[in-house]
């Protein structure tokens, strides 16, 4: 299965493109966590950073094997396992966002789902949120389900930067899932008028978001052409 926007292969069982982030098929309920309370999702945070931190004090202890040095592998050739309970909050809140879009894209549902609530509760817990990391939690909030959480960082960063690009492709993905097809035309046509002068601005998170970038003006240039319809 390929994505109907940039083409990239897909799981069968994805339901967002994990490079586009167009929604595959038809629209979804909200995922299970919604409305789960933030005390439960820390916990469990806190739960995953109290094993990872357990199993690598044990993987020092003398004698311990490491991890992937079972069945012959030379332990001198692996990488250290990454500590995450020693991470900055800013590293830890990426880290697990990656997890959920690396397991979505592997069409693991029940773990992204899993791991869906600790991400977003990490990103909770910053004392300051910049643009890229309000993106990055409408993304997780559109993993889930949640149109109206990712248009309220949709809202949040076009108030910080009206012309920011990650806005209108907040709110394009919010409006498809919605299934509010002229939003959805409204916020294609605004990344194209602002791209061009946006992308000059060379601001880091484009460039760290370079291949979505370049998959949704793919998308937003056959919507606007009337090849390809918002959803």
């Known amino acids: 299965m390929t994505c109907h926007a940039c083409g990239a292969p897909l799981a069968?069982?994805?339901?967002?493109?994990?490079?586009?982030?167009?929604?595959?098929?038809?629209?979804?309920?909200?995922?299970?966590?919604?409305?789960?309370?933030?005390?439960?999702?820390?916990?469990?945070?806190?739960?995953l950073l109290a094993v990872l931190a357990l199993r690598i004090g044990r993987s020092r202890?003398?004698?311990?094997?490491?991890?992937?040095?079972?069945?012959?592998?030379?332990?001198?050739?692996?990488?250290?396992?990454?500590?995450?309970?020693?991470?900055?909050?800013?590293?830890?809140?990426?880290?697990?966002?990656?997890?959920?879009?690396?397991?979505?894209?592997?069409?693991k549902a029940d773990s992204a789902e899993f791991?869906?609530?600790?991400?977003?509760?990490?990103?909770?817990?910053?004392?300051?949120l910049d643009i890229d990391g309000r993106y990055h939690i409408g993304v997780l909030d559109l993993t889930g389900g949640d149109y109206a959480g990712a248009l309220a960082q949709a809202d949040s960063i076009h108030r910080a930067v009206p012309a920011h690009l990650f806005a209108f492709m907040l709110r394009a993905r919010a409006f498809e899932?919605?299934?509010?097809?002229?939003?959805?035309?409204?916020?294609?046509?605004?990344?194209?008028?602002?791209?061009?002068?946006?992308?000059?601005?060379?601001r880091p998170e484009y460039a760290e978001h370079a291949d979505n970038l370049d998959a949704f003006h793919t998308q937003a240039t056959q919507v606007a052409a009337g090849r390809t319809r918002a959803r």
């Open 61 to 107: 202890e003398p004698g311990a094997v490491p991890d992937g040095a079972r069945g012959g592998t030379a332990a001198g050739s692996l990488l250290p396992a990454p500590d995450i309970s020693q991470m900055s909050p800013e590293e830890r809140a990426t880290r697990l966002y990656n997890r959920v879009m690396t397991l979505h894209s592997q069409g």
């Open 12 to 47: 069968a069982t994805a339901k967002f493109c994990h490079k586009c982030g167009a929604q595959v098929g038809g629209g979804q309920a909200p995922g299970w966590w919604v409305g789960l309370p933030w005390g439960v999702a820390g916990a469990a945070l806190g739960a």
């Open 177 to 202: 899932l919605r299934h509010d097809a002229a939003g959805a035309r409204r916020a294609y046509a605004e990344f194209l008028r602002n791209e061009a002068a946006e992308r000059a601005r060379q």
């Open 115 to 128: 791991f869906l609530p600790m991400a977003l509760q990490a990103y909770a817990m910053l004392p300051a």
